[in-house]
């Protein structure tokens, strides 16, 4: 099960880190990624790490700004954000499973969500 937290309302150019935990001593073996949602569009692809960490994948809207890390010991994956803008407002999700299915927005397990909203 995953379980995303540290959304909030920020300014534009604040920064915020959202956590993804994870139960089950499998974690480390899988990719996650974030997604974001916002109201009334579809979900999109935010970013992606590997489960070893050793490289991530970003959407061009957030390189630069975002960065995804994890760690494997504390079954967390972290995503600070930069430079937020109000456009980033959305609801952000993690999922984890296997490093295409995860990009792809395929992946089978997902989190709960949790609100970011950026005013200007």
């Known amino acids: 099960q995953l379980q995303a937290s540290g959304g909030g309302l920020v300014q534009a150019g604040d920064s915020l880190s959202l956590s993804c935990a994870a139960s089950g001593r499998t974690f480390s073996s899988y990719a996650v990624g974030w997604f974001h949602q916002a109201p009334g569009k579809e979900r999109e692809f935010v970013a992606a790490i590997r489960s070893s960490g050793g490289s991530a994948y970003y959407a061009d809207s957030v390189k630069g700004r975002f960065t995804i890390s994890r760690d494997n010991a504390k079954n967390t994956v972290y995503l600070q954000m930069n430079s937020l803008k109000p456009e980033d407002t959305a609801v952000y999700y993690c999922?984890?499973?296997?490093?295409?299915?995860?990009?792809?927005?395929?992946?089978?397990?997902w989190g709960q969500g949790t609100l970011v909203t950026v005013s200007s």
């Open positions: 999922a984890a499973d296997n490093f295409a299915a995860v990009v792809g927005g395929k992946a089978r397990s």
